[in-house]
C-alpha cells in the first residue's frame, strides 16, 4: 500500500459522525465503513438530541459503535469539538477523521486520507475526492474550496463536473469539513473548530484557514473517495429566517477574520448589492419574506459585534 506497517500500527484514528433525525442515512454511512479492512480505526457516532431511534437502531445494527446521546442540538462546530474531546479522552488517537453522515466511503478512504501524513511533518489536514450519490459521475469536491470573499461566494472545486480524472492529482487545498482527516494535536493546538459559527457555518473552511495560519496545510488526496447525497438538518433545510440570519452573521464574521481589506472592500461595494438583489428575486418569487427579515438581522447582528471585537 506503500505505508509502513509500522506507522499504520502507530496512527490511531478515530471516525466522529454527527448525527440528528437521520437513522437510515446514518445507518448507511456506517455500513460503509464496515467494508473498511485497514487500517483500523474506531468509530463515535455523536448524536445531537435525534428523536426517531437513531441510537437504538445503530446500537442494535453496529454494537462496535461508540454512541454518545446529547439531549439537545448543539451544532455542528459544538458537537464536533464535544465528540472530539470524548474521543481524545476514550481512545487518545493520533487522527481525527470527521465524516458526514449522508456520505458512503470507498474501501481505500482511511487509508488513502492517513497516507501523506507519513512523509509531511507540515500536513494539518486531508480533505476527500466526493462525487453525488445520485449522479456518481458528477463530482461535488474535487478539491477542497474556492473562496470569492469579494463575491461572498464558496464553491467547491469541480462542483457539478462530470469526473474525467482532470482533479485527480492531490493538492494543497482549503479543506471542507465533511471528508476530512486532521491530526490530534494540530486540532488541539487551534481550539478545534470555530463555535461562534454554531448551529452551522463555514467553521471547516475557518478550521482550514487557521491551520495554514499556523504554518500547517491541507491536502487533497482524491484516492479518498466518499460519495454525498448533499443533506442538511438546521431548519429541516428550508431557507427560514434563523437559518438567513446564522449564514448571513457567519459569513461577515469569517470575512473580517479571513479576507484581505481590499477583499472586504469589494464584496460590501459589489458583492453584497449582488448578493441581496439575488436573494431578493429568488425568495421574493416565493414569498420568503422571513428570509431577506434574517439576512438583514444577521448583518444587524455583525455591526453589533464590531463594537465589541474582544467577543467576535
Known sequence: MGMSAAYERNAKIVVIMLTMNQREKTIRALASFQEIASPPFQLLLWDNGS???TTDAVSAAFPDVMIHYHSKNIGVASGRNAAAALAIRTFDPTRLLFIDNDMIVDQDFVHAL?????????????????RFMNDP??????GGCRIQFWLGRTSPVGFGEVDRGQYDKPAKCVSCGGAMMVRTDVFQQLGGFDEKFSPFGPEDLDFSLRCYKAGYHALYVPQALAYHEVSHSFEGGQYTELYARN????????MR?????AE??????????????????????QGNWA????SARGLFDSCRSLLKPNRS
Open 51 to 53: 428523536q426517531d431511534g
Open 257 to 261: 477574520r479571513h479576507a484581505s481589506l
Open 264 to 285: 472586504q472592500i469589494a464584496f460590501y461595494l459589489v458583492g453584497a448589492p449582488l448578493r441581496i438583489i439575488q436573494m431578493v428575486i429568488r425568495e421574493g418569487r
Open 247 to 254: 449564514k448571513s452573521r457567519h459569513w461577515l464574521l469569517f
Open 114 to 130: 492517513l497516507e501523506p501524513f507519513e512523509s509531511d511533518p507540515q500536513l494539518g489536514q486531508t480533505q476527500a475526492k466526493l
Open 137 to 142: 459521475t458528477r463530482l461535488n469536491d474535487g
Open 291 to 294: 428570509a431577506l427579515r434574517g
